[in-house]
């Protein structure tokens, strides 16, 4: 009999209504190992691109066999920063208390992912109702986030009362599993035991990326075919440091062979865009978003992507950006603007640069390098990202090693 997997994620979505992600593709994976998966998520997110239609208190959607999407209805709301969100948080911990009256497979393991934390306390109850193992997954250090990026006071009640609940979680759980690699240096001050913790990144979807779905000609049109083309992909907000590739740009402006492509949408770019207009740049080009299945036709335009995160030291944790994986399979070069402390997966596998974070100068001058760099060094670097992204962060490998970890304790 194969054994269940409840996976409990707020903000987990398909490719049909978002981003899909981790918990998509490793149930995906997973399911294909045999295991019986459930990704359960709400239904109202500001991830999701559409909405599931729901009229009840939950809807089970089947994925693939053995793998099913649960959606939790919950108050609705329209951007990160409402009120309503946060009153989902509680709403989602409480409601899916009830899914053991939907979901006849129990659960042999429940894992619940952060953010957020209050879910966990559902997960919790969940698995302490069948005997289940318990597992906690951090993919944000929350509330540390909140008070380094959100600027929360740490005396905050609010973030005091999560505080309490992160600790209760890595007391609580029989495993700890994040995809940032130094964060037990972070846990270990709140109580988690070493042997508890496992580090398993993120990764890319070897299945998906050799659909080779083909831009549509719209897009396609808007990409220049006669440009050195630097480019960025994904959501376009605070932390994702696009600012500096706009100052680069200008710092390159007399290059008229070179370009920067930015294809995405979110909060900053509407400021970006101004920014560009204020500076008459005519070598940056907006492009808005495209379905994750177009993504490496995208890259396959572009002749160096480019990465980057605002300096912070919640970085240096570790960081595991999905599209990270994404880049080095499309084989292209990558410049790494971002401080993570020793993990530094570009410059260790000879895929690309890596630069100090928010440092436009860095940046403009490891374009003009990778730009007058002979075809054939450029083309090396992208098939050491390759060949890095097959060997360390396929998902179908990730999911083994997930597998491996959360039934061997």
Same mark, same amino acid.
């Given at each position: 009999?194969?054994?269940?997997i409840w996976i409990v994620n707020q903000y987990a979505s398909t490719p049909d209504y978002g981003f899909?992600?981790?918990h998509y593709y490793l149930g995906k994976e997973l399911a294909k190992l045999g295991y019986k998966v459930?990704?359960?998520?709400?239904?109202?997110?500001?991830?999701?691109?559409?909405?599931?239609?729901?009229?009840?208190?939950?809807?089970?959607?089947?994925?693939?066999n053995k793998f099913s999407m649960v959606w939790c209805d919950v108050p609705s709301y329209k951007e990160?920063?409402?009120?309503?969100?946060?009153?989902?948080?509680?709403?989602?911990?409480?409601?899916?208390?009830?899914?053991?009256?939907?979901?006849?497979?129990?659960?042999?393991?429940?894992?619940?992912?952060?953010?957020?934390?209050?879910?966990?306390?559902?997960?919790?109850?969940?698995?302490?109702?069948?005997?289940?193992?318990? +597992?906690?997954?951090?993919?944000?250090?929350?509330?540390?986030?909140?008070?380094?990026?959100?600027?929360?006071?740490?005396?905050?009640?609010?973030?005091?009362?999560?505080?309490?609940?992160?600790?209760?979680?890595? =007391?609580?759980?029989?495993?700890?599993?994040?995809?940032? =690699?130094?964060?037990?240096?972070?846990?270990?001050?709140?109580?988690?035991?070493?042997?508890?913790?496992?580090?398993?990144?993120?990764?890319?979807?070897?299945?998906?990326?050799?659909?080779?779905?083909? $831009?549509?000609?719209?897009?396609?049109?808007?990409?220049?075919?006669? =440009?050195?083309?630097?480019?960025?992909?994904?959501?376009?907000?605070?932390?994702?440091?696009?600012?500096? $590739?706009?100052? /680069?740009?200008?710092?390159?402006?007399?290059?008229?062979?070179?370009?920067?492509?930015?294809?995405?949408?979110?909060?900053?770019?509407?400021?970006?865009?101004?920014?560009?207009?204020?500076?008459?740049?005519?070598?940056?080009?907006?492009?808005? /978003?495209?379905?994750?299945?177009?993504?490496?036709?995208?890259?396959?335009?572009?002749?160096?992507?480019?990465?980057?995160?605002?300096?912070?030291?919640?970085?240096?944790?570790?960081?595991?950006?999905?599209?990270?994986?994404?880049?080095?399979?499309?084989?292209?070069?990558?410049?790494?603007?971002?401080?993570?402390?020793?993990?530094?997966?570009?410059?260790?596998?000879?895929?690309?640069?890596?630069?100090?974070?928010?440092?436009?100068?860095?940046?403009?001058?490891?374009?003009?390098?990778?730009?007058?760099?002979? +075809?054939?060094?450029?083309?090396?670097?992208?098939?050491?990202?390759?060949?890095?992204?097959?060997?360390?962060?396929?998902?179908?490998?990730?999911?083994?090693?997930?597998?491996?970890?959360?039934?061997?304790?």
């Amino acid at each position: 009999m194969s054994k269940t997997i409840w996976i409990v994620n707020q903000y987990a979505s398909t490719p049909d209504y978002g981003f899909a992600g981790r918990h998509y593709y490793l149930g995906k994976e997973l399911a294909k190992l045999g295991y019986k998966v459930y990704l359960i998520s709400s239904a109202n997110h500001h991830l999701l691109r559409s909405r599931p239609d729901i009229n009840k208190s939950f809807k089970v959607e089947t994925v693939t066999n053995k793998f099913s999407m649960v959606w939790c209805d919950v108050p609705s709301y329209k951007e990160a920063h409402s009120k309503k969100r946060v009153l989902g948080w509680f709403f989602f911990s409480w409601a899916i208390c009830k899914l053991p009256k939907l979901i006849t497979d129990k659960p042999d393991v429940v894992v619940c992912s952060s953010p957020s934390l209050l879910s966990f306390l559902g997960a919790e109850y969940i698995a302490k109702k069948y005997c289940s193992k318990l +597992v906690f997954e951090v993919r944000d250090i929350w509330p540390l986030t909140l008070v380094d990026i959100g600027g929360y006071r740490r005396n905050n009640p609010f973030i005091w009362m999560m505080q309490l609940i992160e600790e209760r979680a890595y =007391k609580k759980s029989d495993l700890v599993i994040s995809n940032l =690699k130094n964060s037990f240096r972070h846990m270990k001050n709140h109580g988690l035991p070493h042997e508890k913790f496992t580090w398993i990144p993120n990764g890319f979807s070897l299945e998906e990326v050799q659909k080779n779905i083909l $831009l549509n000609k719209n897009v396609a049109s808007q990409v220049p075919s006669d =440009k050195f083309i630097i480019g960025y992909t994904g959501t376009m907000g605070v932390t994702n440091a696009l600012d500096t $590739l706009i100052e /680069a740009a200008e710092k390159l402006k007399n290059y008229s062979e070179i370009c920067f492509v930015l294809v995405g949408d979110g909060k900053e770019r509407f400021h970006l865009q101004s920014l560009v207009s204020s500076k008459k740049l005519n070598n940056v080009i907006f492009i808005n /978003a495209i379905h994750k299945a177009e993504i490496q036709a995208m890259l396959s335009r572009f002749d160096v992507c480019y990465i980057g995160l605002k300096k912070d030291p919640l970085f240096l944790y570790g960081v595991s950006p999905n599209k990270l994986f994404d880049y080095f399979y499309a084989a292209k070069p990558v410049i790494y603007g971002i401080e993570s402390g020793d993990y530094e997966p570009v410059s260790e596998n000879g895929a690309g640069f890596q630069i100090p974070a928010e440092n436009s100068e860095k940046l403009a001058s490891a374009v003009l390098k990778l730009y007058q760099m002979p +075809v054939s060094e450029r083309e090396k670097m992208g098939q050491n990202g390759r060949k890095s992204a097959l060997e360390q962060y396929e998902y179908g490998m990730l999911a083994k090693k997930y597998s491996s970890i959360i039934f061997s304790h």
